[in-house]
């Protein structure tokens, strides 16, 4: 559009692109710079981050453990900078190893021969091609942006599959014939769309901990000699959630010329819970006491921690470690986590 003077703020511009047109990005980019304007990228690629003017570098963890800048200046100055992931990555000094070449047969996994066949798939630009994926397996669907990728699994395989399932869908794209799916009892599409729109949904309980952590606290003695029960704990029903914002920890106002306004809860402070549920301190190591509220602030690290001598709740949370999403807190509403961290938590979840 030929504009000047404008601030381009680009938020990973290379997600889904093909390593070939990365230089092309690069090129545009340096093209709107040249013209007189300023791009802040938010990027992990380094190709990108190679060819930035500038680069800032933010962290040196995530969560709890991020929030600094570790390094600011050209690529060159930034890849000399001590204590920075992403410097040691640029430098060489850390790499990704990929791992050795596997066998193709899997020792108790489901037989090579077992294949899904989609057949004729003509959707879009897919040129009536027959495709065989093998079962048991990790498969990549690999090419330039654009070549069909997304087509042949979103717009074919998947409505395909939940076609021969029973569920509800659109019409699968155009195809001649789906063989194989009976060897198959169910289809999970993980992708990054946002989980919810609802501020009382949270890490813990999206992959049920909640469950497991209301039930501990119910079967503490305070609890037992009051008759409380693991109810008692939700902040979304129950007697034991806050009367006054009804378990959300925040007031609505609603104003009539501006946008609305929510404002910490004067009643629970924003834990969302009456003051006699928070009397209940469920014990931990070194001495250490908490409350259900305090149990929601807590990280995943922290939790496990904390609960290791609860193997059921150890049990939920340990998938969100293994995603890489330790840091976040249990009840962190879900609406504030990222693409990238909602596609995490849902394959925790599963």
Known sequence: TSLVNTLFVLDEPS???HPR???RVIGVMHRLRDAGNSLLVVEHDPQIMQQADRLLDLGPGAGEHGGGIVAWGRPDEVRATPGSLTADYLAGRRSVRLPPPRAAAREGGVRPETWLEVLGASQHNLRDIDVRLPLGRLVCITGVSGSGKSTLVQDVLH????KHFGRPTEAAGAHRALRGAEALAEVVFVDQTPIGRTARSNPASYVGAFDALRERFAKLPASRERGWTAGTFSF???TGRCPSCSG???EHVEMQFLSDVYLRCGECNGTRYRAETL?????GPGGREASIADALEMTVTEALEFFADVPELAARLAPLAEVGRDYLALGQPVPTLSGGEAQRLKLAGH
């Open 15 to 17: 997600i889904g692109l």
């Open 21 to 23: 047109d990365m230089q």
């Open 159 to 162: 409505p395909a599959l939940l």
């Open 236 to 238: 979304n029903s129950g």
């Open 248 to 250: 959300s920890g925040f």
């Open 279 to 283: 009397e209940v301190k469920h014990p």
